[in-house]
């Protein structure tokens, strides 16, 4: 009997223990968040390379009124240096462009020639992704039968790099210079707009 009476006391707390303090929901304990890092490359390094492209050719002459407008390609090489920052890249270029069919329309008044810049670069690394602000330095020298015309002047254009893997680089890039040649008693004012495609490899 005592028994019992012992089991059923137990039982009477236990239940009034319960409804006391109610349901108490378990602890589950929440996994630490991780921070999304986003993918970083480093540009850092010498590259050297190929371009090619579309370029225009603006011809003026002050002393005679005269415009001429052309349109022809232009291919060559490439070498240059970047430097990583963090977020902020900076770096040099060098490059030779063959200057090749430009039409002037007339028998005989063909413009070819050829182009040496050097260009200082200011971009904005987002990865693998590369998006830069350029001023460059540009001689210039072109021939059209027997008139030649050579000379230097500033420039500006924009463009992007991407890095496909480590060591190979696309580009996309538009760019102009203008220059004033001497030309017999009188001068030519001459804008040269290029857009090009570029690959470079990464030392």
């Known amino acids: 009997m005592n028994h019992v009476t012992l089991l059923a006391a137990l039982i009477c707390g236990s239940a009034t223990t319960v409804l006391a303090g109610g349901y108490t929901a378990p602890v589950v304990e929440s996994e ?3 921070a999304v890092v986003p993918a970083t490359a480093d540009w850092t390094g010498f590259y050297g390379g190929v371009q090619l492209g579309g370029a225009e050719l603006s011809l ?8 001429l407008g052309l349109e022809g390609r232009h291919y060559g090489l490439h070498v240059g240096y970047l ?3 963090g977020q902020f890249v900076a770096g040099g270029e060098l490059s030779y462009d063959k200057l090749d069919d430009f039409d002037a329309g007339v028998e005989g008044g063909d413009f070819d020639g050829n182009v040496i810049r050097a260009k200082l670069l200011a971009g904005y690394d987002s990865g693998k992704f590369l998006p ?11 021939e059209s039968g027997p008139v030649s015309m050579d000379d230097t002047g500033f420039g500006f254009g924009v463009g992007a790099k991407f890095l496909a893997t480590p060591r ?4 996309v890039e538009w760019m102009t210079n203008e220059v004033e040649c001497e030309q017999g008693e009188g001068s030519a004012d001459i804008d040269r707009g290029t857009g090009s495609l570029s690959a470079s490899y990464r030392f």
Do not use: I, K, N
């Open 60 to 67: 003026h002459q002050p002393a005679l009124d005269a415009h």
């Open 83 to 85: 430097r990583d920052y």
């Open 32 to 34: 630490p968040a991780v």
């Open 132 to 142: 830069y602000a350029a001023v460059s330095f540009a001689r210039m020298e072109l």
């Open 168 to 171: 190979v680089m696309l580009g």
